[in-house]
């Protein structure tokens, strides 16, 4: 799976085409990539992307990974690379 990141644009290169990220979208994509094959709890992954406290969180970041899964999965229901590990959460695997 090709995969490019273009910042300015808060896009995502597949090798379907571009699409385009929200704000937070885009942060949570790249948070994840940055630490690729590392799975991620979604309080740490709010507490670092919100800089928040992360309150009841788990549907928030459930919700943003599902949209992410639309833009760069070929099957959303059964993702290849934005995965989620029981009591581990969320990685992104290449």
Same mark, same amino acid.
């Given at each position: ?6 910042? $300015?644009?808060?896009?995502? &290169?597949?090798? !379907? ?10 942060? @949570? ?18 507490? $670092?992307?919100?800089?928040? &406290?992360?309150? !009841? ?10 949209? @992410? ?26």
């Amino acid at each position: 799976m090709f995969l490019k990141l273009n910042k $300015d644009e808060r896009t995502v &290169e597949t090798a !379907d085409g571009n699409r385009t990220l929200t704000k937070k979208e885009y942060e @949570i994509l790249a948070y994840l990539m940055d630490r690729q094959g590392q799975y991620m709890p979604a309080e740490e992954i709010y507490a $670092d992307v919100w800089q928040a &406290e992360p309150f !009841d969180c788990h549907s928030v970041i459930a919700v943003h990974i599902r949209h @992410i899964r639309e833009k760069i999965e070929k099957d959303p229901s059964r993702p290849d690379h934005l995965k989620m590990l029981w009591k581990k959460g969320y990685g992104f695997i290449f």
